[in-house]
């Protein structure tokens, strides 16, 4: 009985069940496990902005900042993400903190009820911070800003950073993968707020900043390709994004690595679509023939090389933004700042290799940019300007001859000699970012003229206006290639951006096949990207590597670019082949075999190539344009620049249009890369240059030398006179065809029309102007102008001064005052040589003498009551009172009110063209300018 | 909650086991009685310098089932004179039922009793946390060496039945651990005078033993298993035949209080005086 009783009770207190434990709730789920955080490997970090608003002013889906390798650690008050120290760890340095959130510490325990333990967890209060196991954190409270995380600085002067909250869902923390997505609300200042902004009432937008971190990949696995430091000739020969490591040497000297920034090639590599791609856009990537994807591994496959790459659907796992997954991923929304791709890849910061990458590509714009190309070919017809005619005119030969020059690339084996010497005629910028970094660049010519000639600001109110927006758009420009954080930074150059200059040559193309011609552009567009992916950067030589091929005897004429990393006009995105081409497949065979592959061996002369900086000063490296010699190149940009008229000086139905700025700007790149071609022809392809560097090069014979040389020369002397041309034509433009002011809607006040002003302003600054830029980093900043053009080749002199004489007697439809403008370029262009040299030639060319009548009757023995009110031609006249004209055959002379202005017609040929006209104004201003300049008189004194 | 638990606890130290406080005291009135039917009415009033004042009220009714054994039933209430958000005015505690042996001792002298005892569990608190019952057991003895003067000694213990081995979480409860076993020793000295006054003195010992909720050893500590504490009460009072009046001074308090490394032996949040009156019907 007892037993049992004893059993019974025994049951019921085995019956005595474990009570669930009341967990604690953490309702804002931002609580973590700090051992998840601190780790003895390093994190890889990115920054990637994965939302935007509709029409963001900055920032677009898939900017990313560049990577960074990192521990985290914990203080009482923050959870910190500190650089990976490599030497001198125990040193006195402080931590280079990257970033660094808010935290509270915490640690869950059972709570303590009359001192026992119980059943509910609840916050532990009884132990200190660093021995609590969780920690909450903030982090919308970045120490550093997100943006500060990019490699370049947006545009934030408008925007204030109002607030900042993580987004809901996004967090993730794991073992493999810690992320948060902050989303960040920018306001617009109040005094940024223009007519589009208010209208739009876009004064606020969120931008969604996704933070990945992953443990740093296996470094041991990956064996990385080292250049043998900043000039491995690889640099010159294929373009690839690299890394620059510093560590220190055995004598604590700092000593820079150079790594080839690429995948690993020894293994399959995946990227995803993100969620929701488009299916119809799917086969660019996965077709198994001519899918980008299928490509690459083709080329690889063919050449034994190991690297493959595969595409997958997204299974919803893969968020974009993650550091540790690649993406191809299609914006279909319109995106006023975003560009219609943009490819960059992460790599990792020690080692070059490539962790992960993306493809954006935005889709919206491509149909307007079809009817963009329908309406061109309508407007062709009747927009066609009379530049080219007055070219056609200034130069002596109809457009198909403008580039004939560039025939001799047929010749034997020319062609591949040109595509040799090309290299050595390109030049880098002088200084590097290890070496000189500034580049001292200044646009100052319109300044001088504009500071030395107060009254004429005052006399020409609305020329003076355009002519100090010119003067902004030069001081901002100036800027940018001092700082030259544009050439420089390859974080920025995977991107691809639409412009006006994509317009040129349509009249060619088939619009019958509106689908054909998107998938022609999304496939070069998708394939440039993904070349950026690999490791390739931009590649302007690829239109005069395919051009130099298509002379060649059975080569394709219509083969545009010898490199899908080039960017086209749109005619010659058009038509080509869904593939790599032949520099790209070099170079990713070369990159990808560690070396061993390299098909340019295979040829004569290597393949051509030159990237984002190169563009600054070489002016056959130029994005958008085509052509394989200078005349060609200058003649496609010609054309394209009167192609684009029709889009870029007309509203065409744009909602918000306020060229302004941009316009100014682009009016400058235009004139100034023609310009370039000037210091070309002084620098590059010298006769002696082209011998000296042919004895290295086994193709040519002496006499093929020669002729060779004088071929070059004569195409880069057409290259010039077609510069001048254009320029003359442009500042000739009638306002007839092309109107130099600015034209309003009469109902609404609505620009319809933006005037040519810019045009002819940029024209006359770079014909006549001598700012001084380098082509040759050797031969230093020397001005570059058309007068020193003219004394250093005498063969360019009778086309030079005929040209320059025309526009210097009447300068063309433009506002008031224009004329004299160009003289004032002429004059101080003439005057920095005179400083330089005491030549006086090129001053006395314009030079113009006053006189009082009294004084004129003494020295020309001709009453004043003589002169009419044209000029008057005096040839008998005593030279030994008028040393001004010793050896003067003729002296025109004009009488102004009280005064008489005179110019000999052989000493002074231009100012005494300007008396011939009649043209009093003109006379007194030259008078009065040459005084100014040579006197320093301020005002204008007669004898 | 907190204050509930408080006072019940407070009211388990003032009287002690309910059921066994009772009954050790009737079983000495019902010896007397010989009817076998016996209700008895109780008012307790509490007071302390620290505690809140409590008004309880008991209600016992017991049956001799022969001349030593007897069956009883009490039932308390209790009310609180200040209670918080989460408390009761009225709080009806578990009944009780138990079963007690009182032989005749070998001499005059000389007395055993035992007593089994359990809980029916209506009170709020144990359908809160779902506590069946409370039984328990207990041997004294009484030694009456001069006639008013009566020795007592025992010992005891009490198991807890419950469904969980903690309270109530959440709203219900604090998810603390139920007691799972008290071990008691109970010693006492009672003097009659003036035929029917008395005075006495009563100190128990009692250890109880909690269930084990947390099973990382790490966090176990001796006080997850057990709490030491201790009753003393001293009291006088004068029987009116069928009324009883008790005035006493109680203390009792754990040994070791939550969150002190020492020893405690006076603790003023846990003394107070009481005024009792019963009546047996």
Known sequence: MNIRFILIILVMVSCVKKRPVEKFLDFDGDRWEKSTFLTERPWLYRVTVVKNGLNSKFGFVGMQSTPRLGFFDVTQSQLRFVEVKTNYADGPNTDKVINAWDISHTDIHRKVVDGRTSNVETENDTIPWYEKKFFKADFTSAEVKERANFPFELEDDCWDKLSTKVVDGEQEVTSQHISFVLAVNYQLKERCIDQVAYNTTDFNLTIHYRYSFMPEPDVAAYPPYVYTGENDPLMEKYGYFNTTVMTYDANNRPKNTFYMNRWNPDKTHTFYFTENFPEEYKWIYNDPEVGVFARTNKLFEGKGVPTRFEIKDNDGSQKFGDIRYSFIHFVNEPDLSAPLGYGPSTAHPRTGEIISAHSVIWTNDLKWYVQRVRDAQKNKATLRSSVLAELSKTIGQTEDQWSATSSFLKEGNFAETYRYLIPEFTFELPGTGFAGREVPMEFDTLDKIMKNQPGFVDANRELAQQLTRSQATLQKISEQYRTREYYNDPGLSTRYDLTENQLAGLADVDLSNEKKIIDDILYRVAIHEFGHNLNLRHNFYGTVGAKIDGHKEGGDPNKASSSVMDYLTLQDELGQVYDWEIYDQAALLYAYSNGKLDIAKDRAAPFLFCTDHHTAFNPMCNRFDSGATPSEIVKNQILAYDDAYWIRNFRYGRSYWNPGESYGGSMFQTMFNLKKMMRFYEQAFSTADVRDKLRKFPLMDAASTTRFGTAVRTDMQQAVKLVLSFYKSVIKQSSFDRSFTDVYEKSTGALVQQGISSDKIFASLFMMGDDAFPLDPNRGFTPVSILSLRSNFPELKPFVDANISDIFIEGGDMYAGFTDIIRSFYAFTAASTYEVSSDLTDLQQMRVNCYTLGTFLTRFNVPATNLTDSATEITQFNQATNPDYQGELSVVALKVGDIVLTAGKTLNPMSAKVLLANDKPGGRYLSSLYQRIVYGRPSLTCE | ?281
Do not use: C
């Open chain 2, 1 to 281: 909650m907190r204050i509930r638990g408080s006072i019940i606890t407070l009211l388990l130290l003032v009287i002690g086991n309910p059921a066994l406080a009772n009954t050790t005291l009737k079983t000495r009135k019902a010896v007397k009685k010989p009817s076998p039917f016996s209700v008895s009415v109780g008012v307790t009033q509490l007071a302390g310098a620290r505690i809140n004042p409590i008004t309880q009220a008991s209600l016992s009714a017991s049956y001799s089932l022969a001349d030593s054994l007897k069956l009883g039933l009490s039932q308390s209430l209790t009310r609180n004179y200040l209670v918080n958000r989460e408390g009761d005015e009225f709080v009806i505690n578990d009944s009780s039922l138990s079963l007690t042996l009182a032989p005749k001792g070998p001499s005059e002298k000389l007395s055993f009793y035992s007593s089994l005892g359990t809980t029916l569990p209506i009170s709020e608190r144990s359908q809160r946390h779902e506590i069946h019952t409370v039984t328990d057991l207990f041997v004294g003895s009484d030694y009456t060496p001069w006639k008013p003067f009566t020795l007592g000694a025992g010992f005891g213990g009490s198991y807890h039945f419950s469904k969980y081995d903690s309270e109530a979480t959440g709203e219900l409860g604090s998810g603390a651990a139920l007691p799972q076993y008290r071990l008691d020793v109970e010693q006492s000295a009672r003097l009659r005078f003036l035929k029917s006054a008395f005075l006495g003195y009563n100190f128990t010992f009692s250890e109880t033993y909690y269930y084990k909720i947390q099973d990382e050893a790490a966090n176990s500590n001796p006080r997850d298993i057990s709490d030491q504490s201790y009753q003393l009460k001293v009291y006088t009072g004068y029987s009116f035949g069928f009324l009883a009046i008790t005035l006493g001074f109680s203390q009792g308090t754990l040994l070791e209080l939550p969150g002190l490394k020492d020893y405690v032996l006076f603790d003023e949040e846990r003394t107070m005086g009481y005024l009792a009156m019963s009546t047996t019907l």
